[in-house]
């Protein structure tokens, strides 16, 4: 009699606990995934936060925590994780009542991109470990992983020739009558405009700068267009971090640039374009909008947009494209007049020809090799 009453009384605490998971098991449950950052530069390391929290006075034994993760984004300790097109993360947790959980989990950012974690798997038992209980609550998670400046040493030389450009405009147009600040000398600078005082004042040489009576301004005309039949990634990822590059070296010299593009925002998946701006914030602001371009969409023909974004007389142009299609070149013959100065920039590689059919002193091609990527 008494095994009876045990029984009996074993099925009653069953089926109640069973009830009771059934309606309350994900009652004050939370399962936070985010980012320690919100943007780092790719080859860094950041750390993906993982925090759990059961805010109620049911125990959950057992919870299984699922999500997806983007392959570049490479888990550094390999456990409870597998491999396809994307890392699948699994980690198991055992939770008291109002208990928190947080667990950091290290990984290496190995390519650019816009990365989003938008949903979490969660999936629990009751106490005698029996059923599935499971939901999948949104998740907000994201990281902008930005271009690193090219390690491309050759891009000095075409930026020096760019940069005597945009200096032999500065001298026909800057107004020696209005002041705009100070700046640290650079060795193309005239004695004439040094700041005598202010040198003194520091201990460093220091020169006066003037506003333009025409504004300078240099357009980076980004063709993403593949270079024939095989994809080679390689070049254009290389040709966004020369493109970056050029922007913040301009900037520094506080030339207003901009870039256009034909590579597609992963988010609202139009043309990637950076009006032009100057200073440190503008730099990011670039950083941040390539990082969204994704390759994988389709690219309109850049032929096109040079013929929109390349009629002005006002701006120096800076073409970079691996691409040498005939339309291309037909538009970069006519856009080779501009009167502030067209350059091409084309990164290659052993497959690649070259092709171009500019003056040499308009056109440079950039070797990029295995041993040269970031």
Partial sequence: MPLLYAAIGAALLYILQEKLYRKFWDLGLDANI????????????????????????????????????????????????????????????????????????????????????????????????????????????????????????????????MMGTVLTDRRLYEDPFEFRGIRPYQSYDSMKDINWKASAKTGEWKVNQHHDTSSQEVRILLNLEDCGVRVHEDLQEESIRIAYTLLEWFVKQGVETGIYSNGRDILTRMPVEVPKGAGGPHAETAARALARLDLRQKKDAFSGILSETGNSGDALLVLVSSNQGKDLQREADRLSRNPRGFYWIAPVNEEIPREISLPAENCFYLEVNANEKN
């Fill in 34 to 161: 985010k980012f320690a950052e919100t943007a780092v530069k790719e080859g860094d390391s950041c750390v993906l936060q993982e925090v759990v929290s059961n805010q109620k006075w049911l125990p959950l034994p057992l919870l299984h925590v699922k999500f997806q993760l983007h392959r570049k984004l490479v888990f550094l300790e390999e456990e409870n994780i597998s491999q396809s097109d994307l890392y699948y993360k699994h980690d198991v947790f055992s939770l008291l009542p109002y208990q928190r959980i947080t667990r950091n989990i290290k990984i290496q950012c190995t390519g650019r991109g816009y990365y989003e974690i938008t949903s979490v798997s969660l999936v629990s038992t009751n106490l005698f470990f029996a059923g599935s209980l499971a939901c999948n609550p949104e998740c907000g998670a994201y990281l902008y992983v930005y271009p690193v400046k090219s390690s491309l040493a050759a891009l000095k030389i075409p930026f020096r020739k």
